[in-house]
């Protein structure tokens, strides 16, 4: 079975302030991409990051940052000095092969104030 | 260009209408989806085209009848809604289908529906 959890359904920050939303994964199969995606107020979903099950290298992105941990099934995701433009859900998926489907958490909101 | 377009961006149809939503991308993706989106819900998935062919079909009712005329186009077909229906719809492609999920989706803004 595959699963996908959000824990933190709403999170707000100072602008400026880092913050670390939390994903963590469920799968048996041993080949898995997980990905990111932003949906801000106006509804489109923006693909951030795709991510590979057989590679575990951190990736930096400008002030987005993604730490990948096999051992404890988490695809963090970091914004180092947020800003309001931010304020966004933020939404972790799985996807396996053969599966049908991508397997989205809940999402997390977040809002930066300013 | 990794956009996706989808028309028109609100809708408010009564039950007994007839409608439709389109969705374009012109990247050459050879898959495409619905979705649907409740609020403060994750998308669900609606329908997948995979070549221009229907390979799933969520077990969505028959009042929502999809048809894909080309690689680049998608409409979504809307008849005897219910207001339960109401709900951000998504079109995202991508350019392998689902069953090889490597490959991200690209999602459109989605038409925000309103059955009354």
């Not at chain 1, 995606?37 to 987005?64: A, C, H, M, T, W």
Request: glycine fraction near 4%.
């Amino acid at each position: 079975a595959q699963k996908v959890t959000q824990a933190q359904t709403e999170i707000s920050v100072v602008e400026k302030e880092d913050v670390t939303l939390d994903c963590v994964y469920e799968t048996r199969d041993t080949t898995y991409y997980l990905f990111w995606y932003k949906q801000p107020p106006s509804g489109e979903l923006v693909f951030l990051i795709r991510r590979n099950s057989f590679d575990e290298q951190n990736e930096i992105s400008g002030r987005y940052s993604w730490n990948f941990q096999k051992s404890t099934s988490s695809f963090n995701f970091t914004i180092t000095a947020s800003q309001v433009v931010d304020s966004a859900v933020y939404f972790c998926a799985l996807g396996a092969t053969g599966a049908n489907n991508l397997f989205f958490g809940t999402g997390t909101r977040l809002t930066v104030i300013p | 260009d990794t956009e996706v377009t989808q028309t028109p961006k609100h809708l408010v149809m009564g039950m007994t209408n007839k409608k439709s939503l389109k969705c374009e991308q012109h990247m050459g993706h050879r898959a495409m989806y619905w979705y649907k989106q409740k609020a403060k819900k994750p998308p669900e998935l609606m329908f997948v085209y995979s070549y221009e062919k229907l390979s799933i079909n969520e077990s969505v009712p028959s009042r929502f009848s999809p048809e894909c005329p080309n690689s680049s186009l998608l409409n979504l077909h809307l008849h005897a809604l219910q207001p339960e229906d109401s709900a951000l719809y998504l079109c995202a492609s991508s350019q392998e289908p689902l069953s090889a999920p490597s490959y991200e989706q690209y999602f459109g803004p989605g038409t925000r529906l309103t059955v009354t």
